[in-house]
């Protein structure tokens, strides 16, 4: 079945870069989303990549997509105290179709 | 001007009750997701409806029962609720076919005494 894993604590300091990386299973993802949640909050859409590129660049972050490997990476440059949440990764094959999560990565940003 | 609005957006009842949760988007979207959100934080989808019709109904027990009264809306009734319901529950929707992304809510969050 479908999975998407990734690895479920960070911590860097600020100014520093982090990288959240997450693999998935199913060859036949086509969409790739990264989510951000605040305590208490909801989930806010940071960004996504469909399958047939392998960057994506948005301000501070950057997603790389490794299609062979399977694998999806976040990074956020120059991470800031705000930028504390859980991050997660989520795939899904088409538009309209259920999304499958990782478990989320905490990141945790020291000043 | 809030694009998906869940309400309540707490929610504390006792174990046997039945509650309701709304969801209401004014995106213009035509598909609308449930999903749950458990005690660890992970996510699984429950329901998804496109324009009134249910078209994703995962493994859920028989006391959820999604309504949507029209694309905008898209409601959830839990009959005789159990301890284990309580969670964060959470809306989304998305505009349907073509490459789209999903848009979440703010959370219910449920606490069955």
């Known amino acids: 079945g479908e999975d998407v894993e990734q690895s479920l604590f960070l911590s860097v300091r600020e100014g520093d870069s982090s990288v959240i990386n997450c693999t998935y299973t199913d060859s036949s993802s086509t969409y790739l989303y990264w989510y951000k949640q605040e305590p208490g909050a909801g989930l806010q859409l940071l960004t996504y990549?469909?399958?047939?590129?392998d960057m994506k660049q948005d301000q501070r972050l950057t997603v790389l997509l490794n299609k062979k490997d399977k694998h999806l990476s976040l990074r956020i440059a120059d991470t800031q105290t705000g930028d504390s949440a859980i991050y997660f990764c989520a795939e899904n094959q088409q538009a309209g179709t259920a999304l499958i999560f990782g478990k989320g990565t905490t990141l945790s940003v020291s000043s | 001007d809030t694009a998906v609005s869940q309400t309540p957006k707490y929610l504390v009842t006792q174990m046997g009750n039945d509650k309701s949760i709304k969801c209401e988007q004014n995106?213009?979207?035509?598909?609308m997701y449930w999903y749950k959100q458990d005690s660890k934080k992970f996510l699984k989808i429950m329901f998804s409806?496109?324009?009134?019709?249910?078209?994703i109904n995962e493994t859920v027990p028989n006391r959820f029962s999604p309504k949507s009264p029209d694309k905008a809306h898209l409601n959830l009734h839990i009959n005789s609720l159990e301890l284990g319901d309580s969670a964060v529950y959470f809306c989304?929707?998305?505009?349907?076919?073509?490459?789209?992304?999903?848009?979440f809510g703010p959370g219910t969050r449920l606490t069955v005494l």
């Open positions: 409806y496109n324009n009134k019709e249910l078209i």
């Open positions: 995106l213009g979207h035509d598909t």
């Open positions: 990549i469909f399958s047939n590129m």
């Open positions: 989304a929707s998305s505009l349907g076919g073509g490459r789209d992304t999903q848009y």
